[in-house]
């Protein structure tokens, strides 16, 4: 599931600057997440959130491809 | 937080978001050929023109320097990056920043480059090694009055020296061409991810500060690195060394995405300073163990580490066997643990680490650290294109070699070359008047940017980069390699290379970005494979089945990897201890 | 007879203004953090709570006044609401504090990048509802002095009380459920009633029954 949720948001943007892969973007005032597959699970969205609106899941949405299973 | 032991069956709450994620995949370019529904209008999208002197691209720790340096030494300086100062590529998740004290440090700086070259096998470029040991102690003084060693993100410490300077920064911006005009370096082309707009920028001097890469494996922070510099760089004529290397972190089988989870605490930790501690971190010796014995291989960081001998695999020097292996409290080196190289602090294991099997190829696609990247042409940088430099994980230095030698040598190596590039760029940038593009040619450029939103049809690139993912990833292509299975993997790539990547659809800006990582991570395969071909030895990262020895009667030489005037990729050997001419 | 109707009073008020914000957190999607956050964030749920609580404990509410003495209820009313004021007034810092003991942002940098985001009216709303409580509360402890300075004295002080409390809650919820964690459909819609039910008492008093000549206010009761 990546990046699970996001409640509470203040609108600060702070995620969708910080997110590295672009997962994250503003519908009006609220941060959504727009690109789940591409979440690389890192956190920086959730420590750079000033309110902590994030929640995070170690899944993966889409599958891993491993070198050996 | 995260509870890292949580396995229990979701929730009502979490099996809704469970659902709605899966029907997320079937709708977002995971479908492989398919109609391009683009959701903009492609012909509104507008485009920004800047000039500057010095032209920085990459927000990351060699980034802040050369911009910070080529504006103290008189240039004119802008910064583009893809993504936030101090919070995209591998910048935020190194911990461990290499210095050398001569007051606290028993040996020289000539013993400690000596010790570097034993280890790497005579892989590091001597002049780099020094370098760093050189210069490490002065950037390290210079985060230290910016913050960085008082926090865990780097975005505000990284800010203040960019904004008590003024230096124009521009994010969020992915720049997909180099600009070369009358044999000399231009500019620089790209877009916007949250605007309708293409952004070109006229400069003196460009340096990339574009970290490496890889496919974007599950595991490492690697999903914005794609080898965007080095790609761009190789199209207008650069070289480009170091792919055959291979970076060794492993991650967790449970949850193998989870790179916040798998690496403890280690990305919420504050950075710091370390000392001489050199390694022979090979990392894909637990993929050979795995080859041979079969799965799953425990191990990992505070795990109880795997005893019995494996014959065979990657060298190690003796002198370096048992440096870093586990004593109770060791981290760094020990089989299938991620190599400390990043910089976790020594000491135990990170609190809330259970042991676990551990699966390799986390960083799959990269080499190690400094290793890869632009050829540099001497000793402050410079490519073998005029005005064009490159620093951090974008130069081939071989500061550490083609293995993990020095610990924490990745940060600090980042922050002294891009300060030497800096400098550089700007002297250069001193000596040549503002280059001149005509208009007809940015349109070129930016026709060719926004060629994927344009095609009706298309490959999604999230299907294409999988497919790339299951072609490059298996341990039996990537890590331990043979010719028979590169040449297989090779003709895959390049059926990616002629009939994928011209047929990349976009139908939004973050698509238009991963179509073009997507190009860039099948150029850069490519390049690995032919790399990986040619190196008809093993040494340090790079490991041959069929070719299981060191061989320096051959081989004490780099490859460099160029475009040919026929547009096909050349290789050549760069003797060691030597310059390219 | 009039003591079981006390203790139902007081009990169906515990139900409303505690049991109710309570049950509807419980049963609500947002992630549970760490008992630290939780409880901050139920203490600033049910602060919120016990401030909309206060338009029931006050001379509007005629049946109170026929169960308990008003200066019972006044003196319920000012320590109830001094207790949710701290933690209303503190809440912008509780949010961030916990933020010390992790990695990530420092509370400080948390709690300027909050109070400045002002392209939020959210934010907006709630540092404007933020000034208004502060002012809530300093004059209703200054109220002694500043009554007599009131044209209308007692009763213009009142409508001062009560106007200023009535903005502020229009402002906070507004506030609260624009941006708040645990503000979903269910809890809003709590907040709003609860609210409105208010301000209909607190009208009703002023402009409904209109009694010129009142019977004399309790001796004390300054409520």
Redesign the interface.
């Known amino acids: 599931m990546t990046i699970k949720s996001i409640s509470g948001c203040i609108g600060c943007e702070e995620c969708v600057k910080s997110c590295p892969c672009d997962v994250i973007r503003m519908d009006g005032n609220k941060a959504y997440i727009a690109h789940a597959a591409d979440c690389q699970i890192c956190h920086l969205c959730r420590m750079y959130c000033p309110v902590d609106a994030i929640e995070m899941a170690p899944e993966k949405s889409i599958p891993v491809i491993l070198p050996w299973g | 937080m995260t509870d890292l032991n949580d396995t229990t069956s979701p929730t009502r709450r979490e099996f809704l978001a469970l659902s709605g994620a899966t029907a997320g995949i079937a709708s977002l370019g995971m479908a492989a050929w398919a109609q391009n529904n683009v959701e903009i209008d492609v012909d509104a999208i507008t485009n920004t023109d800047h000039v500057t002197d010095v032209l920085v691209i990459g927000g990351g720790m060699a980034g802040l320097f050369a911009a910070v340096k080529a504006h103290d030494a008189g240039a004119a300086t802008m910064i583009v990056s893809k993504g936030r100062l101090g919070a995209s590529g591998l910048t935020p998740f190194g911990k461990g920043f290499f210095v050398f004290d001569p007051d606290t440090e028993s040996g020289t700086i000539d013993d400690f480059v000596d010790t570097v070259s034993r280890s790497a096998l005579g892989t590091n470029n001597p002049t780099y090694t020094r370098q760093l040991a050189v210069h490490s102690m002065a950037r390290a003084q210079e985060l230290r009055d910016w913050g960085f060693f008082d926090q865990t993100l780097a975005n505000r410490p990284f800010i203040k020296p960019i904004e008590e300077r003024n230096i124009p920064l521009l994010e969020r911006v992915v720049v997909t061409h180099l600009i070369k005009e009358d044999g000399r370096i231009a500019g620089a082309a790209g877009f916007r991810v949250d605007a309708e707009e293409t952004v070109t920028i006229r400069a003196k001097s460009v340096i990339l500060c574009t970290g490496a890469g890889g496919f974007k494996p599950s595991g490492f922070p690697l999903g914005d690195l794609t080898h965007d510099g080095t790609i761009m760089a190789y199209e207008i004529g650069a070289k480009v060394t170091g792919k055959e290397w291979n970076d060794g972190h492993s991650t967790r089988s449970v949850n193998p995405a989870a790179c916040y989870d798998n690496w403890g605490d280690m990305f919420e930790r504050v950075p710091s300073t370390n000392g001489v501690e050199v390694h022979h971190d090979l990392g894909v010796d637990i993929n050979y163990r795995a080859y041979v014995t079969g799965n799953p291989v425990s191990g990992g960081t505070g795990a109880v580490q795997p005893t019995e001998a494996v014959d065979g695999g990657p060298y190690v020097p003796e002198e370096f066997q048992n440096v870093g292996q586990p004593s109770g409290d060791g981290e760094g080196g020990a089989l299938g643990a991620p190599p400390s190289g990043e910089g976790g602090a020594p000491g135990g294991p990170p609190p809330g680490f259970a042991a676990s099997a551990n699966v390799g190829g986390a960083s799959a696609g990269m080499a190690i650290h400094k290793s890869e990247g632009l050829v540099p042409f001497d000793d402050r940088c410079a490519s073998n294109i005029a005005g064009l430099y490159a620093a951090g994980d974008a130069l081939g230095s071989h500061m550490a070699g083609g293995i993990y030698t020095q610990i924490g040598s990745s940060l600090a190596g980042s922050a002294v070359q891009g300060a030497i590039a800096g400098e550089a760029a700007a002297e250069f940038a001193d000596t040549v008047e503002t280059p001149v593009i005509s208009d007809d040619r940015l349109i070129e450029f930016t026709d060719e940017i926004l060629a994927p939103l344009r095609r009706e049809a298309g490959y999604g690139p999230a299907w294409v980069t999988q497919t790339l993912q299951g072609i490059m990833i298996p341990n039996f292509v990537l890590y331990i390699k043979k010719a028979s299975m590169m040449t297989a993997a090779l003709a895959y790539v390049e059926e990616l290379r002629d009939h994928h990547a011209p047929m990349l659809r976009a139908a939004n800006m973050h698509e238009l970005r991963l179509a073009h990582e997507t190009r860039n991570m099948i150029l850069s395969a490519e390049m690995k494979m032919r790399a990986s071909l040619m190196r008809t030895e093993s040494r340090c990262s790079h490991y041959r089945l069929d070719y299981p020895e060191v061989d320096d009667e051959n081989w004490r030489a780099w490859i460099n990897i160029y475009r040919g005037t026929d547009g096909a990729m050349q290789l050549e050997k760069q003797p060691f201890d030597t310059w390219p001419t | 007879m009039k003591l079981s109707a006390q203790k139902y009073a007081i009990i169906a008020g515990l139900f409303i203004f505690v049991g109710l914000p309570v049950l509807f957190y419980t049963l609500g ?3 549970r ?2 008992v630290l ?1 939780e409880a901050i964030s139920i203490a600033t749920l049910l602060a919120l709570s016990m401030m909309l609580g206060q338009f029931f404990l006050a001379r509007s509410n005629e049946t109170l006044l026929s169960l308990f003495k008003p200066p019972q209820v006044q003196k319920f009313h000012k320590y109830i609401a001094y207790s949710a004021v701290v933690v209303i007034l503190l809440h912008p810092a509780l ?2 504090l ?2 010390h003991w ?5 509370p400080w ?3 300027i ?2 109070i400045t ?1 002002l ?5 907006i709303l709630g540092i404007v509802a933020w000034c208004l409580l502060l002012m809530l509360s300093i004059t209703a402890f200054f109220r002694k002095k500043l009554i007599p300075r009131f044209k209308l004295r007692y009763r213009g002080w009142r409508y001062f009380h009560g106007g200023l409390a009535v903005t502020f809650t229009v402002l906070a919820l507004w506030h609260a459920i ?5 503000t979903d459909a269910a809890m809003s819609a709590f907040f709003i009633t609860v609210a409105v039910l208010g301000f209909a008492m607190l009208a009703q008093m002023y402009w409904g029954a209109k009694t010129p000549k009142s019977k004399p206010t309790s001796k004390g009761a300054v409520t």
């Open positions: 999607d947002a992630p953090r760490t956050k949010i961030v916990p933020r992790e990695g990530g942002i420092k940098d948390a709690f990048t909050m985001d392209g939020n009216i959210g934010i624009a941006l708040g964690r645990h």
